[in-house]
């Protein structure tokens, strides 16, 4: 069935230090591959996505990388800033179900230590 | 533009209890999906709605329901509460394409005591 498997569960960098968080999923026919950031209190919101034709895609300080054969997916965050602290998802759709239906990891608490 | 509009955004019931919650998508949004947020299961995603369809349906009791309006507006129902049902339910919108960025509101935080 669907899963995705999100480690660590909490994460602690200093301040200027990189950040990953690791996600591998197991259903072969996903395509679509999000993370979206949660502030305390507030929203989830898109930071970066990728599709399966993809192997690494960039936004400034974050980048995504995507190993369909392995079936795991990675966000890193470099030069990280205090802002950076929150809950980050990773999550995978699959091309019948569409962007829509995301089955979420459970969840990183990242913290950035100034 | 305004972003997604959930109502209300907090809410006690008590047990065997029904609850109806809102949501307005952004405009020109066709799809309206529902997550249960919850410490212990993280975004588990409820339904999802296109132009007054459900279009998709995750793996809850059918004490969960909802529905779409014309004007793309969203209505969810928990019938028969349960202490596990307290949770934020998150609301998103989006085009309603297979891949693309999900709009989600500030939640509705429902407390089943």
């Known amino acids: 069935g669907e899963n995705v498997e999100q480690h660590p569960s909490t994460l602690s960098v200093q301040e200027g230090d990189s950040a990953v968080i690791k996600c591998t999923y197991s259903?072969?026919?996903?395509?679509?591959f999000p993370w979206y950031k949660q502030e305390l209190g507030k929203r989830p919101q898109l930071i970066i996505d990728i599709r399966s034709n993809v192997g690494e895609k960039k936004d400034q300080r974050i980048a995504v990388t995507l190993n369909k054969t392995a079936k795991h997916f990675s966000l890193h965050i470099t030069e990280t800033q205090p802002e950076d602290s929150a809950v980050y998802f990773c999550a995978e759709a699959g091309k019948i179900q569409g962007a829509q239906k995301l089955v979420f990891g459970q969840g990183t608490r990242l913290t950035i230590n100034p | 533009k305004a972003g997604v509009t959930q109502t209300p955004r907090y809410l006690i019931k008590t047990r065997g209890q029904q609850v109806t919650l809102s949501c307005s998508p952004i405009?020109?949004?066709?799809?309206v999906s529902w997550y249960q947020q919850t410490p212990g299961q993280g975004l588990q995603f409820l339904f999802e709605?296109?132009?007054?369809?459900?279009?998709n349906k995750g793996n809850f009791p059918g004490r969960f329901s909802g529905r779409q309006f014309s004007n793309s507006r969203s209505e969810m129902n928990v019938s028969t509460l349960e202490l596990g049902d307290s949770a934020l339910y998150l609301c998103?919108?989006?085009?309603?394409?297979?891949?693309?960025?999900?709009?989600f509101g500030e939640g509705s935080r429902l407390t089943v005591l």
């Open positions: 709605y296109f132009s007054e369809t459900q279009r």
């Open positions: 259903d072969s026919a996903s395509n679509y």
């Open positions: 998103a919108s989006s085009l309603g394409g297979s891949t693309g960025e999900l709009f």
């Open positions: 405009s020109g949004h066709r799809s």
